[in-house]
């Protein structure tokens, strides 16, 4: 019994530490908060002090895929429609075309990279560089969530920021849940095993079908509390599914979490009531993706994690501003607007789990994490401060003004 | 009728995925998680407007989905769920203590030490009286030579007369109740789980020393159980006052502090070999009596919240565990049992409360918040059918039963004390007997 003891009581001392330690450092020096809880989660993993054992992560592999779910039905209730209508047309088009290129850039090169670097046949690193392009694309919003905080208004770079980085986290879970699709290991059971594209189809249908019923089961109910309770039962049991089935439980909460926000008119306590568990779920999922960390048996893990890191700034900067120069917004975003989106958050880290958990035993399933990881940890901490440097030229008042076309105006639409 | 509807379109939407997927990484569990959250609920909305408890209403989805019944919680899902049955009853134990204030203690300790003393001593003599007199029909019981059976009598009968902190606590939690019939029903319930634990170890030792179980079990030594009750107080005490101390020198992620509080309370606990519930309440009660009362309030509010989702698993999990066949066999050994208990804790009530000089809504209402149980009693009986297998397993079906009975009878008769009491109106939550400020601005909130 003294195991749990222990394990909880170190946990939590660690926990305090480092919320105090970065909350401290977060309002001095512009730190986002999270990678050090990865960090702690390496440090109590079995890899370093062997607090947290293979089997205790086991036992809470239920927990690590509700905290992956919760991620995707937090995203999802972002995606407000009339709001997505209302807004600029061009910054979702910059948003969609940089969330894109950067995912096919990545996958492509680390393609060619891994098979190169481990001497692999093309066909055996496509899947495992698809998924490292779905992380690169990824590009953490707390960043910019604290700048708008120190700010205190919306300047057309924060608003484009803040829009590419919820269809980065659009595309990258899609292209994620769609290679799980792809790559999944049917069970053994049933006269065959379905396609991909059944696997696909079954995946949206469980996001959609459950968003439909759920939006009946939720109803006007107003009353935070109560909303939590329907609201957990929602996101567990699609997670649980989707988990069951092992298909990504990223999509299916996405389309639950958008479904629900945009449905129903208590949109705000639904996110609300997202929001109360959002940030502890974000901290266990940080802490035991680190203690799940394993670089496996492949010496020198740190030079496949760096290339990944390289390749990821070189392809989010490139294509940012390719795609700002495909729709004219070279001028108004800035040539390195890119660095903004350079920062990798949690969602980064749930789908890197995710294929851990779903795919661990495939080829070169611990480089994808460890670069996740690696990547993570480099970049999450500086967040606001890439994000700073891109929009000081905007907080000089002639250029902040909102032109009456461009992004800013319509973008800061905010719907009644 | 439309989550109804959808509850029922989910069942079978379960059913029709579950040929298409395997087992790995709990993922049943968390449908099964997922699914009772969402059946619970209902059920529990449906038994609101029926004028009974939600937690009632829990209990009846467990049943219904359960094992028992249609089968959508497997007795697998319910094993791998038990972690969150555990977290329950360490947030229940430290909520409850939460609710109880120095100052209240002080001013009606003596007297509600009395009214249990005469309502538990009533109960025992009741149930044992009856089991006395229904020998030849209860398995266990018949045919059983003199020393054998009066020490199973005896142990019965201290397992039969617990209570339950959670159905009480959960109840308050949802009705937002505060007056004094609500405040002396918790303050008696809490005090139960003590003396409950000393009467089964005194009945425990009695037993094994006149009717020695097969095999050579150890007789736990007297400084074991003073250790387990006067160590809970130590360890509840000093996690007390580092919640204390949090409180006034952090306040801050409230949920996730008191999760892991509770969590980290019970591991130390069990690591140090002290009861557990008493150690969580004696943690609540410390943390709530020596923080500053607007922080404090702050943290209950963050517990309940947190445990408002556990809750619901928690009962339905319970109602899941329930064997309603086995139930209705021993229906007509169970029910006198019920209602024997149920006199036994009126009449004692009722003395004890006149010999107090209670006020006249404790002496008419308190016993029916008496009437649950839950938790305490499962454990007790666990003990005994692992003590005396044999006859252990017989005594295990019959108190199992009991205490499904009361579980679910228990409830209703707690709310119905809380409307006739005034404390609460019919509907809904509380009707505004509060004794403090914060406690009235927490209740207006939540109703």
Redo the contacts between chains.
Sequence with gaps: ??G??V???I??GA??AA??AFEWLGTRYMLVSGAEYLVLGILLGPQVSGVLQVSAL?AF??L???AIGWIGASVGSEFYIPRVVRGYGAAYRVAFAEATLAVVATGAFLTGALAWIYQLPLADTVAPAVALGAIATVSSPAGVAMLRGKLGRRVPAVRQIEVTTAIDAFVAIVAFSLLLCIEHGA?A??PRA?TPTEWAV?SVTIGV?GGS??H??V?NEREI??L???I??????????A????VSPLLPTMLVGAMLANTRRNRSEIRQALR??E??FY?VLLIFAGAAWDPGTIAWWIVPALVFVLVRVVAKLGAARLAALLNGLTESLGPRWGRALLGQGGLAIAIALNYQ?FHGTMLLADVVFTAAIVSVVLTDLSSARFVQSVVERYTQPAVDAPTPNGPSSALEAEPK | M??FV?LA??YL??QL?L?????????????????L??AA?TVGELTVRLGLPKIVGYLFAGMAFGPSALSAVSTTAIG?LAPVSELAIALIAFLAGAELRWSDLRASGSKLVRMLGCELLLSLLGIAGLLVALQRWIPFLADVPGAKFAAFVVLFSSIAIAHSPSVTVALLSETGARGTVAKSTLGIVLLSDVAVVLLFTFSQTLARTIAPPAGAVALPSPGLVVWEIAGALLVGGAIGLIVALYLRF?H??L??FT??VT??GA??A??THVEILLTLMTAGFVAENVSHSERSEAMRSALE?SA??VF?VFFALAGAQIAIREVISTLPIVLPIAIVRALGIWAGIGIGARWTRAEVVERRYVWMGLVSQAGVAIGLVTLVSSLYPEAGASMRTLLLSLIAVNQIAGPVLFRRALVRSGEIDNRTGPNAISHSAPAVALDAA?S
């Design positions: 019994m003294a749990p003891f394990l909880i009581l946990v939590a926990y305090l919320h105090w086991d592999a239920p690590m895929i509700l069970p059971t049933g379905p079954i079908v019923l759920f009946l089961f109803g509390d109560r939590f309770i329907s957990a039962g929602a996101v567990i049991l699609v997670s649980g599914a988990a069951y089935l092992r109360r568990v940030r502890p901290f958990l | 439309r989550r959808i379109l989910l939407g379960v995925m040929p298409l997927g395997e087992q790995g990484h709990g993922s049943e569990a968390l449908v099964t998680f997922g699914f959250i969402l609920y791998r952090v801050r992620e949920m996730l999760m892991l969590l980290f591991s130390l069990q690591a919240r408002a989702p619901v939540r």
